[in-house]
């Protein structure tokens, strides 16, 4: 008689509409991070570019653009920050992949820090990414020795589109061993597309599992070497023969519209190390031409690609319940080809057309000045130019179409949302390690148009560059200089009135600000620290 009423009580549970709901509302998502590598904040259509992006375009008006969401202005410390949570050099990222014998400067993901494809495989997740890691070169820090489940992409930081120089590593699971097989890529084959295709089959396999997955799809575009596919530089040959001072104001003209910048926001001025435009002669316009229209391919096939992963999720049911969250990881790149750290074949590559396959070339200052509108300076700097990012948040039922937000937020509050959408716990321990805390805020409340109270303040260190944001308050120096310079971002946002001598006293407020947290973050000064490897 008591088993028969347990069955009666669970029947009635089961169908009760109430626990029906619940259980409905547990259901948790799937959950996908895109980076874009090298990408300037206004890239993309939706944040203002002629670039045709409908993909990301459609999401951020289904869902949310953030317009002051921050990077670490350079890759490896972006990543680092990104996957676990944590300020770079808490992970072990101070700088780059090179190691130095300095906790914060080791040059490869710690123990003492969990990604977040390990905290959520411990809550129940499977783990997936494709594209490019360049947090740890030696095997044993690879993806799959730090929480994906699955993994195929470029270990290192840049490589040809079309004929790798890098080597692409194979799928590969936890419960296989380690080896050093490199994949050989076929004929057609396109690095951005094949990142693509793998995750998609990720996905795919996904499908009957029983659990939901996290994404991180890191693709390489449009980071150099700048190379696309002849019918994507096609659509985009003879836009840029206006030149990039036309082409900066189109776009923040345009961003002004989207209310992605303040109406009485004024551009920077063009960067020293641009000339006058019509200083150049016609075959440097249409080098330039010729180097925007590639750049601008780059970035509409990563969209173009973007839009099959999105069609796949429809395709599998799952596309309302999955949150995509994109973005950069660092400002746009004003580096160029050239010097003693590429090889000959490379430089003589460079020479070439970039519309030419097997040319290895950059786009330099004169098309990250374009990328970055309106701001100043470019990656590796923590100007606005090379920290702040384009960031479209969409989940289907939870976030308000087409919402826009000001508020700042950073790559370290990542780890907190993901964990947060997942119904998973952040470690204090892990497979024996204490684990730092994080230092990120989970955005969901963002996300639901809830109240959300955001950071005391952002900090920011690069190879001597620093920053520190407290609300409007943005403090910034620059190596060599070394010279605070004080920034009110909600009238200033392209940082072109320093209003250190006025506040000197919120200047020493936001130093003091900074210094404690350099302290508690490991960070050494890098003239020191380039002493100690003999720079």
């Known amino acids: 008689m008591k088993k028969f009423l347990q069955i009666i009580f669970l029947f009635a549970v089961a169908n009760n509409p109430i626990f029906a709901q619940d259980k409905h509302a547990a259901k948790r998502p799937n959950i996908i991070i895109i980076l874009a590598d090298d990408m300037g904040y206004s890239d993309i259509g939706c944040f203002g570019s002629e670039t045709q992006t409908p993909n990301l375009d459609a999401m951020a008006k289904g869902g949310l653009r953030m317009t002051q969401f921050y990077n670490a202005s350079r890759c490896c410390p972006t990543r680092a920050s990104l996957l676990t949570g944590l300020y770079q050099h808490q992970a072990g990222v101070g700088d780059m992949v090179n190691h130095r014998d300095v906790p914060a400067y080791q040059g490869y993901l710690n123990q003492n820090c969990v990604t977040i494809a390990e905290a959520l495989k411990e809550g129940g997740y499977n783990t997936l990414m494709a594209g490019k890691w360049h947090v740890g070169t030696d095997p044993s820090r690879w993806p799959v020795k730090r929480g994906f489940d699955h993994y195929f992409g ?14 692409y590593r194979p799928n590969q699971k936890l419960t296989i061993a380690l080896d050093d097989k490199e994949y050989t890529p076929g004929p057609n084959w396109y690095s951005t597309n094949a990142y693509a295709d793998y995750a998609l089959k990720f996905i795919e396999g996904n499908k009957g599992t029983g659990k939901p997955f996290f994404l991180y799809m890191a693709f390489t575009s449009p980071h150099w070497p700048i190379q696309a596919l002849p019918g994507d530089i096609a659509k985009y040959k003879g836009k840029y023969l206006k030149g990039w001072d036309k082409l900066r104001q189109e776009r923040l003209e345009r961003q002004k519209q989207l209310g992605i910048i303040a109406k009485d926001e004024k551009l920077s001025p063009r960067d020293k190390s641009v000339p006058e435009w019509d200083s150049l002669t016609p ?7 010729t180097k925007m229209a590639v750049y601008a391919a780059m970035v509409d096939r990563m969209d173009q690609n973007i839009g099959r992963i999105r069609k796949k999720l429809k395709e599998l049911g799952e596309d309302k319940n999955t949150v995509i969250m994109f973005l950069s990881d660092n400002g746009a790149s004003n580096e160029t080809i050239a010097g003693p750290g590429f090889t000959p074949e490379v430089l ?29 300076l470019f990656k590796h700097w923590e100007y606005e130019g090379g920290t702040a990012t384009p960031f479209i948040a969409y989940y289907p039922d939870v976030i308000k179409p087409g919402s826009i937000v000001n508020k700042p937020a950073h790559i370290i509050d990542l780890m907190a949302t993901c964990l947060d ?15 730092t805390p994080t230092e990120g805020i989970s955005l969901v409340p963002v996300f639901k148009g809830q109240k959300w109270q955001g950071h005391n303040g952002l900090f920011f260190e690069h190879e001597g560059n620093r920053a520190v944001r407290q609300g ?3 403090l910034v120096s620059q190596r060599p200089e070394n010279k605070w310079e004080l920034y009110n971002i909600s009238t200033d946002r392209s940082e072109l009135n320093d209003l250190s001598v006025q506040y000197p006293q919120k200047v020493a407020e936001l130093e003091a600000m900074y210094k404690l947290w350099a302290t508690r973050a490991g960070v050494v000064e890098y003239d020191k620290l380039a002493k100690a490897k003999g720079e």
Do not use: C
């Open 283 to 289: 075959e440097e316009k249409e080098q330039f031409d």
């Open 348 to 376: 003589a590559a460079n020479s070439k057309p970039a519309s030419d396959p097997t040319s290895f070339t950059s786009y330099g200052a004169l098309g990250a000045n374009v990328s970055n509108t309106p701001f100043r």
């Open 154 to 167: 470029l270990i290192d930081g840049a490589s040809s589109y079309f004929n790798p120089t890098m080597p």
């Open 421 to 435: 959408l997942a119904g998973a716990t952040y470690p204090k321990v892990y497979h024996g390690n204490n684990i």
């Open 472 to 474: 409007d308050w943005k």
